[in-house]
């Protein structure tokens, strides 16, 4: 069993920047995919990010493809979304998630596939 738990987010202006980080509990972390997810108030849940078993692959929805960098730290159990040239649309709940899959694809898009989930970060970004 995986444990995930977000932190990082709050309150910042458009143009700014936010760094979420995602605490996992478990031996096999460092062989799972993971994904950051969101959810704007309303909206369903969306990929936002992706990254493989050793971080040296990784995908973006192309709403935040050049602004966000998902990386990890597998001797410290943590992946990483750093976040910047913030727009208000990027508001939500971001969502870290494990799947017991080493590798990324398009199906790493699916929160279906997931298997773990951490309880959610809030950033809100002010125009």
């Known amino acids: 069993q995986v444990q995930l738990v977000e932190s990082g987010g709050g309150l910042v202006q458009s143009g700014g920047s936010l760094r979420l980080s995602c605490a996992a509990s478990g031996r096999s972390f460092s062989t799972y995919a993971m994904g950051w997810f969101r959810q704007a108030p309303g909206k369903e849940r969306e990929f936002v990010a992706s990254i493989n078993w050793s971080g040296g692959s990784t995908d973006y929805a192309d709403s935040v493809k050049g602004r966000f960098t998902m990386s990890r730290d597998n001797a410290k159990n943590t992946v990483y979304l750093q976040m910047n040239s913030l727009k208000p649309e990027d508001t939500a709940v971001y969502y870290c998630?494990?799947?017991?899959?080493?590798?990324?694809?398009?199906?790493?898009?699916?929160?279906?596939?997931?298997?773990?989930w951490g309880q959610g970060a809030q950033v809100t970004v002010s125009s």
């Open positions: 998630a494990g799947r017991r899959t080493p590798s990324i694809s398009r199906s790493s898009y699916n929160v279906k596939n997931y298997d773990y």
